[in-house]
């Protein structure tokens, strides 16, 4: 026999369960704006990374020919990055700066600079007063000239 009035959920379930899922929404909507800009720092971290493994290979490849590192100091990064995904084909290469890109974050200067203009900067200090949030990175040689590294010329601290 089937009863009659029992089926469903009881009233003070439901309420409970939207209340549960308004608090879960509630905590996941205040941590979501830190978690992507936890994931834009991880994207500019690893684009970085990837231009200084560029650079290895180019530095090895000028040692094994027998060329000097003066040339690399001041030359375009994004050269370095293309280097960088030759040699790796599980590494699929985009142009950063890109008309297509819609990201259109990155730039590079008329003295080959790359910068980037982060979305999100709320956890973003400035190790500079009255800097612009704008990070920069360039090709620089020691005073020798014999060692180039990508260098951030612009002190940050993310996080």
């Avoid at 905590?27 to 991880?42: C, G, S, W």
């Avoid at 030759?86 to 590494?91: C, D, F, G, L, Q």
């Avoid at 950063?96 to 590079?108: K, T, V």
């Amino acid at each position: 026999m089937a009863r009659k009035g029992l089926t469903g959920w009881p009233a003070y379930e439901i309420g409970l369960g939207l209340v549960l899922a308004a608090c879960v929404l509630a905590v996941v909507a205040t941590r979501i704006d830190t978690i992507l800009e936890q994931a834009e720092k991880t994207a500019v971290e690893t684009t970085i990374m990837n231009l200084r493994s560029g650079l290895r290979l180019e530095k090895a490849r000028r040692t094994v020919a027998g060329q000097a590192m003066a040339g690399l100091a001041g030359s375009n990064p994004l050269d370095l990055l293309q280097l960088s995904a030759a040699n790796n084909t599980r590494v699929k290469t985009v142009n950063l700066l890109n008309s297509q890109n819609s990201d259109r974050r990155w730039g590079l200067s008329s003295d080959n600079t790359l910068y980037y203009s982060p979305n999100r900067v709320r956890h973003l200090n400035m190790l500079r007063a009255g800097a612009e949030k704008t990070l920069a990175w360039q090709l620089r040689a020691d005073q020798s000239g014999g060692q180039v590294e990508l260098v951030s010329i612009t002190p940050y601290l993310w996080f």
